[in-house]
Nanobody, 117 residues
């Protein structure tokens, strides 16, 4: 049974930091590409960051230099370290695992990040 369980969301003040994690089970973690997305009510889900099976990373422009995506294949966990958070980072954050060959994708349940003073 495939499971992606997210954790780490919460309320933080502007300028603060949070670390999101996504723990996976039920599939071959190491061969998948991982992405983080975020969504604000009434808007489309927005891509945030990517990490390939080789560990190569890409970021949406607004989070470059502030967010860091990482993966631990042994622990089957992908993380998103978010620093210097702003009000505009408030959203529900989702992890996604995608098979680069079949393009089968799995999603986490989402975790709320609220940046507020």
């Amino acid at each position: 049974q495939v499971q992606l369980v997210e954790s780490g969301g919460g309320l933080v003040q502007p300028g603060g930091s949070l670390r999101l994690s996504c723990a996976a089970s039920g599939f071959t973690f190491s061969s998948y590409v991982w992405d983080w997305y975020r969504q604000v009510p009434g808007k489309q889900r927005e891509w945030v960051a990517k990490i390939t099976s080789e560990g190569n990373t890409n970021y949406e422009d607004s989070v470059k230099g502030r967010f860091t995506i990482s993966r631990d294949n042994a622990k089957k966990t992908v993380s998103l370290q978010m620093n210097s958070l702003t009000l505009e980072d408030t959203a529900v954050y989702y992890c996604q695992a995608i098979n680069p060959t079949t393009f089968i994708a799995y999603w986490g349940q989402g975790t709320q990040v609220t940046v507020s003073s």
